[in-house]
């Protein structure tokens, strides 16, 4: 009986361990909104990329692309203008240790699943390895694709003055990422954006 007890308590443990985890918090850094390129260089530097090194972004520069991104620059307003101010858009990140919701309020990452999605996303070979993807989201076909847009412009002058690579890509299996995120039957996964360090 006593063997059969333990037995229990160790699976309930086990249990909530895994929904702890899956529901994992990360504070991140403050971003640092000084400096970098001027924006006449930023802009002669914008390309895209798809060979991507394995080194990996800190937290500190994982901040300052989802500042870009979709942070608050002042009060209530965000990084990018939004239709009518309807800020109808989330920013996932996929990465090894998962997928991540960026909460811009608390600046953080609010852990929606165990599962790093690039290999479901890898349509592509380089995505697999690639560091980072940015999956935007949305829930008016209307106003968030160009929230998106803008979004995405944003991340990729910021990579073009950090020196980091990235590629807009719409090449995926939507359907498969909105169902492993779990996404409400009104939020669509828009675009997806791939970020790394160029190899040298």
Sequence with gaps: ???????LIALSFMFSATLANANEVQTLPAPNIKGGQPLMETLTNRKTIR????QAIDNQTLSEILWS???ISHGEKRTIPTSQNKQNLKVYI?????TWL?????NRLEQVSTQDLR???AKQDFVKTAPITLIFTGTDAKNSPMHAGSAYQNV???CASQG????VRGYLDREAVEKALKLPSEEKVIITQTIGWPKK
Excluded: R
């Design 164 to 167: 980091l690579g990235n590629v």
């Design 156 to 158: 990729g002058l910021y």
């Design 102 to 106: 960026y909460n811009a309020q608390d």
């Design 94 to 98: 996929t990465k090894a240790d998962g």
């Design 119 to 121: 290999a479901l996303m």
């Design 1 to 7: 009986m006593n063997k059969k007890i333990f037995s």
């Design 51 to 54: 060979d991507f090194s394995d």
């Design 69 to 71: 991104a979709w942070g």
